[in-house]
């Protein structure tokens, strides 16, 4: 009895998913259908008004498609930063940050006093900082947020989203620091030791008030001293001594630092 009416509860609910699913299945046909007639259609206010619509439920790909035909139709009227404007965002909404740029880009180049440049300014930024890459891999489009948002701060000094564009520049500045901290320590951990110098140092100048700095350092340090021991005999000592001198810089920065009793010994040897 008991599987019985487990069987005829299962057979249940089965038809009630299908039928689920056929209702979704008749809306999805229905909707694919209401679109391709205003895709269709050449009634272009009619068009402008649904793709505003389709932007609002946050249709996204829809919208886009529509507002890129249409931002040729009007372009040379009064609303045509308009249609630029939610094209972008449209974009925007599909987390396309490279062509939601590029058509921020081309609003503000071609409507210089349009009353969304603000907006448009900052965005332009934001996208390059969503579409930052992990500090492992290039960082040109670190930079370029950096650069852009900067740029945004310059035009619109006075704007409320100053503080929060100021506050991206930093975290992307700090992983432009850690990626120069990452590049220094892979050469000396594959035990490339004249590149490990040159990256190492260059880190440090670059930044010189990177909370890496003492490590940084350090492992110019130990690179210096690595490469001069692995180093032919006429240049060995010369290396060494330019080590024992990296090493008393280090130790007069950082007299407290946990490194500091590492180098000692080999160094001091080096001396003497």
Do not use: W
């Not at 886009?64 to 939610?86: F, H, K, M, P, W």
């Not at 440090?204 to 005999?233: C, F, Q, T, V, W």
């Amino acid at each position: 009895m008991c599987r019985f009416v487990e069987k005829m509860y299962l057979c249940k609910m089965i038809r009630k998913v299908r039928n689920i699913l056929l209702f979704v299945l008749f809306f999805v046909i229905l909707s694919c259908g209401d679109y391709q007639k205003v895709v269709k259609s050449t009634d272009y206010e009619y068009k402008l008004k649904k793709a505003k619509e389709y932007y609002e439920n946050r249709e996204y790909n829809r919208a886009t498609q529509l507002y890129q035909e249409l931002v040729n139709i009007y372009r040379g009227t009064s609303r045509a930063d308009q249609i630029y404007y939610y094209l972008a965002k449209s974009c925007y909404g599909q987390r396309d940050y490279v062509l939601s740029c590029h058509y921020f880009r081309q609003m503000l180049k071609e409507f210089p006093r349009s009353e969304y440049n603000e907006e448009a300014q900052f965005l332009i930024g934001y996208c390059y900082f969503l579409d930052s890459p992990t500090a492992r891999l290039d960082q040109k489009t670190t930079q370029d947020a950096i650069d852009a948002l900067q740029l945004f701060i310059n035009i619109f000094p006075g704007s409320s989203k100053v503080s929060e564009a100021n506050k991206l520049i930093d975290e992307m500045r700090e992983k432009l620091v850690y990626k120069s901290y990452l590049s220094g320590r892979l050469y000396y951990d594959l035990a490339d030791y004249r590149a490990a110098v040159i990256s190492l140092t260059n880190s440090i100048k670059e930044y010189p008030d990177s909370k890496y700095r003492e490590e940084l350092m350090y492992y110019l340090l130990k690179a210096k001293y690595l490469l001069g021991e692995n180093s032919i005999d006429e240049k060995k000592r010369e290396r060494l001594n330019g080590a024992l001198d990296e090493y008393f810089t280090f130790t007069d920065e950082f007299p407290e630092s946990k490194y500091r009793k590492k180098p000692t010994g080999f160094l001091q040897a080096q001396r003497n």
